[in-house]
């Protein structure tokens, strides 16, 4: 394994961690004050692991494996904006239920349309948004991505109806494109769908679960639980931290990730007694949020037997 690969785990090894810090009003405030660690790391599933070790609660843990994902996904964007990837609307994420569209006026581009699942919506700089320019003779609806800072006239950010009982601490909301004028440059390049959409499930799962595992392992230094679990823990850090640097358009990355959740999942079901020795404020905020290792289960198990496919 090359020495830089275990950069990250001597990071952590040497961290002194402790509970005492002033009080996070929020994601931004968060990032802010760790903003200098989080730009020291090059490699986006890094990025996750430290700011997830460095978070102090497991929404901020997930947010940070979110961006770090997104940089993963769109390798140029820059890092001081937080960014936000809109996709789905009202009938769901499926490329062909996309109504938000992109049309060439003159020569403008203009969006219009309303993502009504947006995460880190609220906190985003800039925002990633999958839109239509049109349907192909073959009926295809063609999807493009493009990026736009969030302060551009004609959007406008809503909270979500009906707010969600995880990860309070950050936000999830509609954004609403009204004739917003978009760049030929901010037109990003390739199939909107193959390229960015597609993919994006298995990139976030990667690093949102290796910033979470970050998040663990600090929670393990801090109230000293037994050593075995922690080792467990780096040891499958670094597997996800693998993985996040393969090809993400290949099955048997949808195969691996299958077994490390797995294996994940099942260590943390021997972490009850752990759990005992942990602040109520530190228990009760795993104890709401751990579910969300279980978000879109659905779809990454579609994923997986699709890819035992290609090799039976």
């Not at 940089?71 to 001081?80: A, E, G, S």
């Not at 797995?262 to 104890?287: H, M, P, Y």
Request: charged share 25%; net charge neutral.
């Amino acid at each position: 394994m090359p020495e830089n690969d275990l950069h990250i785990l001597k990071w952590i090894l040497t961290q002194k961690p402790d509970t005492r810090s002033k009080p996070i009003s929020s994601v931004v405030h968060w990032k802010k004050q760790h903003e200098k660690e989080l730009h020291a790391w090059s490699e986006p599933a890094d990025m996750a692991i430290a700011g997830g070790y460095l978070a102090g609660c497991p929404a901020y843990a997930f947010a940070v494996g979110y961006w770090a994902a997104l940089h993963r996904l769109v390798p140029d964007l820059p890092r001081t904006p937080l960014p936000a990837l809109c996709i789905s609307e009202k009938h769901g994420p499926h490329p062909a239920k996309i109504r938000c569209r992109l049309e060439n006026i003159g020569d403008n581009w203009l969006l219009n349309g309303t993502k009504h699942f947006v995460t880190c919506g609220r906190e985003a700089d800039l925002l990633l948004v999958a839109a239509s320019t049109g349907i192909d003779p073959d009926g295809k609806n063609q999807i493009c991505l493009v990026k736009v800072n969030k302060d551009r006239d004609g959007i406008a950010v809503k909270p979500l109806d009906k707010p969600l009982n995880i990860l309070p601490e950050i936000s999830h909301g509609q954004v609403e494109f009204t004739d917003v004028k978009v760049a030929q440059a901010d037109i990003l390049p390739g199939d909107g769908y193959g390229r960015y959409i597609k993919p994006f499930r298995t990139i976030e799962d990667l690093h949102v679960l290796a910033a979470i595992l970050g998040y663990l392992i600090r929670m393990g230094m801090i109230f000293d639980w037994p050593r075995q679990p922690i080792e467990q823990m780096l040891s499958h850090m670094l597997t996800l931290r693998s993985l996040a640097s393969a090809d993400y358009a290949a099955p048997e990355i949808h195969i691996a990730t299958a077994g490390a959740l797995a294996a994940i999942q099942s260590l943390l079901e021997t972490l009850g007694s752990c759990w005992e020795r942990v602040d109520d404020s530190f228990r009760s905020a795993w104890q709401r949020d751990r579910t969300v290792m279980n978000i879109a289960a659905d779809a990454r198990a579609k994923r997986l037997a699709a890819a035992w496919q290609r090799f039976t």
